[in-house]
């Protein structure tokens, strides 16, 4: 059965970087895009990045854009994103999402998501 | 970017009755409209996509309909499991998709 795992989360001050992961498995990695979403405390669902499944493509959503890097192994089946000169704002749980294989930006399997909290 | 707009944001209804959702987009997202449902410390999960058709393992009783800018979500019967907030999706115009700010439903 399909599986993603994140890990990396924590409390990081403004300005620092932290690195998010999320192993897959259960499906053949290669062939899918994988998308991160996230969701502040108490709040609903934002885009924030995609990969290709061929990691030659990404998009980021604008609040993100310049900060945030969305790489891939596929031979690890991971998905990675790197997070620079993080803000209070960007303070939520983060999801990976695998990208349905026959609808682009379309999200059926999610992960349990890992918390990432920026304060001082 | 396109604005998705849920309504209303909290919807009581008592066990065994119909619920229905809605969801309006700002400009026509032809039929590329996902439902999906989130219960409390659980990711998303993928409810209804092309706006009317079913995701894996949902149940018969969960119905979507709609097109262009107008979308509906139906649960005929509800159970006690279908009880969760549920968001609304499009993902035609890209990026970014955009999502609703989401439904809650309740036990009446």
């Known amino acids: 059965q399909v599986q993603l795992v994140e890990s990396g989360g924590g409390v990081v001050q403004p300005g620092r970087s932290l690195r998010l992961s999320c192993a897959a498995s259960g499906f053949s990695f290669s062939s899918n895009g994988m998308h991160w979403v996230r969701q502040a405390p108490g709040k609903g669902l934002e885009w924030v990045a995609v990969i290709g499944d061929d990691g030659r493509t990404d998009f980021y959503a604008d609040s993100v854009k310049g900060r945030f890097t969305v790489s891939r192994d596929n031979s690890r089946s991971t998905v990675y994103l790197q997070m620079n000169s993080l803000r209070t704002e960007d303070t939520a749980v983060y999801f990976c999402?695998?990208?349905?294989?026959?609808?682009?930006?379309?999200?059926?399997?999610w992960g349990q998501g890992t918390l990432v909290t920026v304060s001082s | 970017e396109i604005v998705m707009t849920q309504s209303p944001a909290t919807l009581s209804v008592s066990p065994g009755e119909r619920a229905t959702l809605s969801c309006r987009a700002s400009?026509?997202?032809?039929?590329?409209l996902a439902w999906y449902q989130q219960k409390p410390g659980q990711p998303p999960r993928l409810v209804i996509y092309g706006a009317s058709t079913r995701a894996t393992g949902i149940p018969a009783s969960f119905s979507g309909s709609g097109s262009g800018t107008e979308f509906t979500l139906t649960i005929s019967s509800l159970q006690s499991d279908d009880f969760a907030v549920y968001y609304c999706q499009q993902y035609e115009n890209r990026p970014p998709v955009t999502f609703g700010q989401g439904t809650r439903l309740e036990i009446k």
């Open positions: 400009q026509s997202v032809r039929s590329n």
């Open positions: 999402a695998r990208e349905h294989s026959h609808n682009n930006w379309l999200f059926d399997y």
